[in-house]
């Protein structure tokens, strides 16, 4: 059976992303140094650590899943705009949409006692709907510590990507993504996995960071979990990859709730942050409220 590719840091994206649409995934080896780990670590560590474990056989009873990392952490943020993974998304997903856009941020703690995960597609998260040939992700789970498969090592089926649906894995067809903290296993949303079973005493952390279709709903509501105050801080190119632009021609754009003739009536989510919508925020919330008191602009 197949076994998981390794591929250095310098790789190409394109070659990544060619690898991933063949196996359904690979390892990129080496590509955080100790330094990077150690800042990752101490920005996101006090989130882990206050997360609760999860409440059902799925999630993860001995497992905590931290998520709002783009707005909690500078080094989530690189991590999110790697140029080989983001380059590998846009090269993987560009056959079927104008614009990616970022998925979900989440610190996947496996604790010592949890067993293994149930085998599963992440692309279920959009309930079967999407047509098979159309692959909706490209995601990664970044070593944080290192991955064993005494530790709970991410499980993978190479090739699986390529299943019809309802095949299951048999045991010899499974691999552990056993990799060096500062790897990164990458992904697509069609390949089987499932995270592993922890017999050792030490946690197993992964940044689970993943990309999808622009014109698809988002697992992690990026607009809740990094609303504006906290998005117009960030490079543009960010922005647009939390879903602050446009997902086609007439995809995502919004009318300020303003008082009439104060902005314009149909504007691009960066109107937001450019200074072309006046008066947004505090202020504009209470003047529309205002007004709606009195019983005007109706």
């Not at 997902?247 to 104060?262: E, H, K, W």
Request: net charge negative; with cysteine.
């Amino acid at each position: 059976m197949a076994d998981l590719r390794r591929v250095a840091a310098d790789t190409g994206a394109e070659d990544l992303a060619a690898i991933v649409a063949e196996d359904g995934a690979a390892i990129v080896e080496g590509v955080l140094d100790a330094g990077a780990l150690a800042g990752l670590k101490g920005e996101i560590m006090p989130f882990v650590e206050a997360t609760q474990p999860g409440r059902d056989d799925f999630v993860g009873r001995k497992t905590t899943r931290t998520g709002a990392l783009v707005a909690r952490s500078a080094a989530c943020r690189d991590l999110v705009m790697n140029p080989l993974v983001l380059d590998g998304a846009k090269t993987f997903l560009k056959p079927f949409c104008e614009r990616v856009q970022l998925h979900l941020t989440q610190l996947i703690r496996i604790m010592p006692g949890q067993t293994a995960q149930s085998l599963h597609r992440d692309r279920l998260a959009w309930g079967g709907f999407l047509p098979a040939e159309i692959e909706p992700q490209f995601n990664t789970i970044w070593a944080v510590t290192d991955f064993t498969q005494a530790n709970g090592a991410t499980q993978v089926v190479p090739d699986s990507n390529a299943w019809e649906t309802g095949r299951r894995a048999e045991p010899d067809e499974i691999r552990n993504a056993e990799m060096d903290a500062g790897s990164v296993l990458v992904y697509s949303g069609s390949v089987i996995h499932g995270g592993g079973a922890n017999t050792s005493d030490g946690d197993r952390m992964g940044l689970n960071i993943t990309y999808a279709l622009g014109w698809l709903r988002q697992e992690e509501n990026q607009y809740l979990s990094c609303p504006p105050q906290i998005a117009k801080d960030f490079d543009a190119d960010l922005r647009a990859l939390l879903g602050y632009s446009m997902g086609s021609y007439a995809l995502g754009y919004f009318t300020p709730p303003s008082p009439p003739g104060l902005n314009p009536e149909v504007v691009p989510p960066e109107f937001l942050f450019n200074g072309k919508v006046t008066g947004w925020g505090d202020e504009l919330r209470e003047s529309v409220s205002e007004r709606a008191r009195k019983g005007e602009g109706r």
